[in-house]
């Protein structure tokens, strides 16, 4: 099964990578035979950060998560400690749960900016080539 979705999600890390953070999701599963994830997806005016803002370009980042409160919403949200950014926001599911509060990130993507706040955005497209969000501290632990 976890082959099939590495495949199907295309993720841009290793496949041991991958699975090693699913493990430990919980939000997967399979009945018979019919593959599901459970993401919890708010109106709009809940997540009003998430309003689309000008793409100012591509970046890799490393942070520290502070608030992981929405790390399996749709999209999930990661609040961070970094100089610039002020949180990674992810719209493909296989990055969703992806990292907890107090782990180290690195997460590549779309750097957007809305009004004076800027914010990385992983899975601007349906198979996110070059966008990825990884647990550091998790890969380290392992």
Known sequence: ???????????DISFDEFLLHEARKGNRGMVGGTYFDLLYVRDWEDIAPCYRGIDI?????????????????????YKIDHPEISYVLSYTHTYAGQALPGERIEAQGMVEIIGNMKRLVVGTTREPKGEWIRSLTLLEER
Request: charged content about 25%; hydrophobic content about 40%; overall charge positive.
């Open 1 to 11: 099964m976890w082959h099939d979705i590495y495949k199907k999600r295309r993720a």
């Open 57 to 77: 370009g591509n970046r890799t980042i490393e942070a520290t998560v502070t608030n992981a409160n929405f790390a399996f919403d749709s999209p999930a949200i």
